[in-house]
């Protein structure tokens, strides 16, 4: 188990960094992907309008995938403090991961079918800022439970 304190938190940085690797191609005009802005409906039109067909590919495709990595990395690193509490204490964790669930499947939506509507850009908007709530709560909870781990081993 100690290891695992150690080999998940690695993984996630590397899942982080190859996230980053990607997400920095899919700049447009200095407006960063969806799941880093929270975009008004000019600005999501804005970033479409720019958005060259490789960079989608790209957005679709690797970062995507590397996005789903670093989320399932991030949630097991942070429910792994926790993990002898009661249930519970994992909704956080388990919320982050719902939200950014359909904060992407939202983001593919509108990157394979265009701007619709400002709903479109309003749930996306949505889901962003309660997966960083809840991913707020959850980080806070394990930080918690590491600190109180340490304190009652001294």
Not at 23 to 34: D, R
Not at 64 to 78: G, N, Q, R, V
Not at 88 to 99: E, K
């Amino acid at each position: 188990m100690k290891y695992l304190y150690w080999a998940l938190p690695m993984a996630t940085v590397i899942a982080y960094g190859v996230w980053r690797y990607f997400a920095a191609q899919v700049y447009v005009g200095g407006l960063p992907p969806f799941d880093l802005h929270l975009y008004s409906f000019e600005q999501a039109q804005t970033y479409l309008a720019g958005l060259t067909p490789a960079a989608k590919a790209i957005y679709l495709g690797p970062l995507h995938l590397a996005d789903a990595l670093l989320m399932f990395c991030l949630a097991i690193t942070l429910v792994l403090p926790i993990w002898r509490w009661d249930w519970p204490w994992f909704l956080p964790a388990m919320a982050y991961v719902g939200f950014d669930l359909l904060e992407n499947d939202k983001v593919a939506r509108l990157l394979r079918g265009g701007l619709c509507i400002t709903a479109d850009v309003e749930n996306v908007t949505l889901m962003t800022s309660l997966k960083f709530v809840a991913l707020a709560v959850a980080a806070a909870l394990a930080l918690w439970s590491l600190w109180r781990m340490r304190r009652v081993a001294r």
